[in-house]
């Protein structure tokens, strides 16, 4: 029913801008004598009947997908960067780019429609395997949609504002938020939305404070299952950030930020949002991918940043049991840049366990990619597990849908002419 809602949906929006008992054995019985011409032959065996495909069909589509793609296009698969200013276009065949993240500098000054043709002037190009389109819309302090007043007459609040908009009724006002967030953002042509915020921050003078709802886990997890649970309805893609969670560090934009809280504040309320985010999205689909920041956490891995670290994410995939698509936070920030070997960040970020590179400096970072694969210092394999996640998750956002033939097909385009 949901599912029918969600197309429904999602279609409307287009049009308009998941004891018996033991039997004792039976007793030995003589043969009966033969007849000596029956009068009616004995019946036909019935035929066997062939046994069902094993595999469920999507998931064989999308394998088959993923054999059919060169090891170029499976890299490109793996980034979600930043629109470049010239060339936006063009990148995405030369690269073969698996989605592009707006900014503010990209919806500056746009009326709707400027923005509409844009975005659909990329899904144009990107073949047979459309394009992650995501935005930081937030609220409050990251709004890079609703920052400009052709798209929106006012911008989206903060979590910590909607707690305050209407007393007794957070709840309520989260939704109706998220709703009309969600529906902006779809007729606009997006299918990601990078939030909720899932960090839990209980001090005014944290850096991630205000992009926060309340001051307990049990208030964050609320919130942002609650996020999760509506743009799942509208069918846009959610992004849980910053795992572990980001506490009361310092801004990873302009430098290092080291961790050093014990494992059990982790365990007691970190993780919890992320918790049943994640578990609000198994249920409605689709499942939230997970943002990695670049914190050092000690007591889980002193030398590296999370976003680098094979720690992190082995804590994520195994001790939390996340099956989804994980993704860096961007790499171009200066937390990050001085623990790559060469230069190689996209690298190590794949050799870490992500499945998504953020970042803005892709034309040196895919080739990079490519070539420690030809040359055996990264591992096709981890390519192939990291883009089947992406793939099935363009399936769960309707990206992708299977044809007649079993065979996966983007889905066409809206005329926005």
Not at 355 to 383: H, N
């Amino acid at each position: 029913m949901r599912k029918a809602l969600c197309a429904a949906l999602f279609l409307a929006l287009l049009l308009t801008g998941c004891g018996g008992e033991l039997v004792p054995d039976a007793p030995e019985v003589p043969d009966p004598p033969q007849a000596e011409s029956p009068e009616t032959p004995p019946e036909a065996p019935e035929e066997p009947q062939e046994p069902e495909e094993p595999e469920d069909s999507e998931e064989a589509a999308l394998l088959a997908l993923l054999g059919d793609l060169t090891l170029e296009e499976k890299v490109g698969q793996l980034f979600f960067v930043r629109v470049p200013a010239e060339n936006a276009v063009e990148d995405i065949v030369t690269y073969r780019l698996g989605g592009y993240l707006l900014f503010g500098r990209d919806t500056q000054d746009k009326t709707a429609n400027d923005l509409i043709q844009t975005i659909w002037s990329y899904q144009g190009a990107s073949g047979r395997i459309p394009l992650l389109i995501g935005v930081d819309e937030e609220g409050g302090t990251v709004v890079r949609v609703s920052s400009n007043p052709h798209l929106r007459s006012r911008k989206f609040s903060s979590p910590r504002k909607l707690m305050e908009l209407e007393e007794g009724d957070h709840v309520g006002a989260v939704e109706r938020e998220t709703e009309e967030k969600s529906i902006l953002l779809k007729r606009l042509g997006f299918n990601v939305n990078l939030n909720p915020v899932a960090d839990v921050s209980k001090n005014p003078g944290d850096f991630i404070h205000d992009r926060t709802y309340g001051d307990s886990a049990e208030a964050a997890a609320s919130y942002a299952s609650r996020v999760v649970e509506v743009q799942c309805v509208y069918g846009l893609g959610s992004v849980l950030k910053h795992f572990p969670g980001y506490g009361n560090n310092r801004d990873t934009h302009t430098g290092v930020a080291v961790d050093e809280r014990p494992m059990e504040t982790f365990l007691e309320e970190d993780f919890k949002p992320f918790r049943e985010a994640i578990a609000t999205g198994e249920a409605y689909r689709p499942l939230p991918a997970v943002l990695v920041s670049h914190n050092i956490v000690t007591c889980m891995d002193p030398d590296l940043p999370a976003s680098l670290s094979p720690e992190v994410h082995r804590i994520l995939r195994e001790d939390l049991g996340f099956e989804g698509v994980v993704m860096t936070d961007d790499l171009a920030m200066s937390a990050v840049s001085a623990y790559a070997a060469d230069g190689n960040v996209a690298v190590m970020s794949i050799q870490a366990g992500n499945d998504l590179v953020v970042t803005t400096d892709y034309r040196t970072q895919i080739p990079r990619v490519i070539q420690a694969v030809r040359d055996g210092a990264l591992e096709e394999g981890l390519i192939d597990e990291a883009c089947l996640r992406v793939l099935r998750w363009k399936l769960e956002l309707g990206l992708l849908a299977p044809g007649e033939d079993g065979e996966l097909y983007n889905i066409p385009l809206p005329d926005v002419t």
